[in-house]
């Protein structure tokens, strides 16, 4: 039964890390830039759900679409002023960029935050659920809820929405959307800024479960690396099956081994994908 | 966006090797004037320049990003250290160690990247995995000390024992300044040579490279190893000079991130890139940390720190070493990167999945 516990957050955890990554993923498959500051925009949107619920004592999931719409607008900024003038230049262009933004957003959030962890103290924190034996925290599956529903949004967007389906276009054929008359910078500041809503709203859900400091941000960033690839970028199943991946490896890791060496087990799984699936579990064939 | 063909073949203006004896020497005459700080700074710059010149011939020259070297410091700085506390062997010797696994680790990861076709952004995203896994396995690895640090005894800074590399500061500084130039001779003998040709080609357009008959696989095998065990060497330093080492920052991501730093801003794929980009980042950090200091603001220095990088990298897309080059008559062959990938070019390479599956 305490195993079946362990599982049950590992998969719930990972539902939270799955909806981090498809920012991360989202952006990858349509601008093909890989965004070396994904953790520090995690860490961003957590600090932002932190000073709302500091300031005005709002509960961390209903700060999460706040936090999902600025980071929204501050991507789109970023894409449309700074990013899209490196689309057509080499990888580690790209990487400096992405580095240096990635430095700046740390130091200004030391600057603005201090280095101390902060949390938030909620009055359902140690509320659990019991099923027939099985506990399963409170916060747990309301932070996996909160993914879920994020999930189901970005899909739904892409499936239906009119400017979805334009970005898919894109996506499938640079040349083409472009030929048919869509406006490709504008739709790239869209995706962008929709990838920095997903991990915005992941890093609100995530301070539901973790305490918060500006140092994470490097874990969260290569987390997300492992999850997308784990699960095949591009691909918005792959980052879900991936993330809950991750959370179970991590969860059974820390429980059978060493907490300390959880991410070991998520690298060897990294590792192990690259060369044996290099196009991830759910990625298409190229 | 290809320099013109000539430009390759170029000969060298006369005033750059005025320029590189007149460097030299005042490098070797630095000790005489300059004081303790400006003396450990000057090693920090040595330390960054050749750590980026041993980068750079991967992605610089063979167009292979790797963002996993500390890795390779970790290797050189362990295997030898390890050997000196437990049995102690000179480092010399536990360099040829450290080099040698290095290298067989760079050819592992490269050979089972380069077999089963993971390039671009791929790879370099395995070369991290492979250098954090590494970081964590050490954590608890007992016998280099595992998490709690691997200490060498205090060395006495009287007296040099270059055998054992127990001295003052400036005997570091001399060995890490040949170390700079050996490998500046190196990178010019490699580019003048049939592989530095055959790397260039396989970074410009690695399709065409193997329609020529270019043996691709072995030609980056022999950039990663290379590098691999030139990186080595400064890990073996880094733990002589510094006498402490954990997991926690030798393995950083953070370190194989600085390291490549100065062959980016200095110029890619340049020879005296790196070394001029080495002067710059440790002289800016240096800089800035002096300067904020007084204000007391944490993370002010790194804020800014990212902003210069920021505003170089829109500014000189190729580095600062080709425009000063070219600016003072130096010449700055052999050429850099592309610093466009042709739209063709892009298309194809779509994050470099790989084309057959294997």
């Not at chain 2, 362990?78 to 160690?97: C, D």
Request: charge should be positive; hydrophobic fraction near 60%.
């Amino acid at each position: 039964m305490l195993l079946a516990n362990i599982l049950v957050a590992g998969l719930l955890t990972g539902a939270v890390y799955a909806l981090m990554a498809l920012g991360l993923s989202v952006i990858f498959g349509v601008i093909r830039i890989v965004n070396f500051a994904h953790g520090e925009m995690m860490v961003l949107g957590m600090f932002g759900a932190w000073a709302l619920n500091r300031f005005l004592h709002l509960d961390p999931l209903w700060a999460m679409p706040l936090v999902a719409a600025a980071l929204f607008l501050a991507g789109y900024a970023l894409q449309r002023g700074l990013i899209n003038r490196f689309v057509a230049r080499p990888e580690h262009m790209q990487f400096l960029l992405m580095l240096a933004i990635a430095i700046m957003l740390t130091s200004a959030m030391l600057m603005g935050f201090g280095p101390d962890a902060r949390n938030v103290q909620l009055d359902y924190a140690f509320d659990s659920y019991d099923l027939g034996g099985l506990l399963v925290d409170k916060v747990r599956v309301l932070a996996a809820g909160g993914a879920v529903a994020g999930a189901a949004l970005l899909w739904a967007f892409f499936r239906f929405a009119r400017t979805g389906k334009a970005i898919r276009a894109c996506a499938d054929n640079y040349l083409g959307a472009q030929v048919v008359g869509l406006d490709v910078k504008r739709l790239y500041a869209i995706t962008f800024g929709i990838g920095a809503a997903c991990v915005g709203a992941a890093g609100s859900l995530m301070l539901l479960l973790v305490d918060v400091h500006p140092y994470l941000a490097t874990d969260y960033t290569l987390l997300a690396f492992i999850i997308v690839i784990v699960g095949g970028l591009g691909s918005l199943g792959g980052a879900l099956l991936g993330g809950l991946l991750i959370g179970l490896s991590e969860a059974l890791s820390g429980f059978f081994i060493d907490p300390s060496m959880k991410s070991m087990f998520s690298y060897g799984l990294l590792i192990l994908v690259l060369l044996v699936r290099p196009q991830g579990l759910l990625g298409r064939r190229l | 966006m290809r320099a013109p063909f000539s430009s390759l073949f170029a000969g060298r203006p006369r005033r750059a090797p005025a320029a590189l004896a007149l460097f030299v020497a005042a490098m070797a005459a630095m000790p005489l004037v300059a004081g303790d700080y400006l003396l450990s700074v000057l090693i920090l710059v040595l330390f960054a320049a050749y750590l980026a010149q041993a980068w750079n011939i991967m992605m610089g020259f063979a167009g292979l990003l790797s963002i996993g070297h500390a890795l390779y410091i970790g290797i050189g700085a362990y295997a030898s250290a390890a050997l000196f506390v437990h049995y102690g062997t000179s480092p010399w010797i536990g360099m040829l160690a450290g080099v040698t696994i290095a290298a067989l680790a760079g050819a592992a990861i490269g050979a089972l990247s380069f077999r089963f076709k993971v390039g671009g952004v791929y790879f370099a995203l395995l070369t991290i995995a492979f250098a954090e896994f590494t970081r964590i396995l050490a954590d608890h690895f007992g016998w280099i000390g595992a998490s709690s640090g691997l200490f060498l005894p205090v060395a006495n800074r009287a007296t040099s024992d270059v055998w054992h590399l127990r001295g003052a500061p400036v005997m570091f500084y001399y060995l890490l300044l040949a170390a700079v130039l050996a490998l500046l001779a190196l990178g010019r003998l490699l580019l003048g040579r049939r592989i530095g040709y055959y790397w260039q080609a396989i970074r410009e357009d690695e399709e065409a490279a193997k329609a020529l008959g270019i043996d691709v696989f072995r030609c980056k095998l022999a950039a990663v190893t290379l590098s691999a065990g030139l990186t080595a060497v400064a890990g073996v330093f880094h733990a002589f000079y510094y006498n402490n080492l954990y997991p926690e920052t030798i393995f950083a991501i953070g370190r194989s991130v600085e390291l490549m730093l100065p062959a980016i801003i200095g110029g890619l794929g340049t020879l005296f890139g790196p070394i001029l980009g080495a002067f710059l980042l440790t002289g800016l950090s240096e800089a800035l940390t002096n300067a904020t200091a007084d204000w007391g603001i944490d993370g002010l220095k790194q804020l800014l720190y990212g902003l210069v990088l920021a505003i170089v990298v829109v500014l000189r897309p190729d580095g600062i070493w080709p425009w000063i080059a070219a600016r003072l008559g130096l010449g700055a062959a052999p050429h850099p990167p592309a610093s466009r990938v042709p739209p063709s070019a892009r298309e194809r390479s779509e994050g470099a999945l790989p084309q057959g599956q294997p």
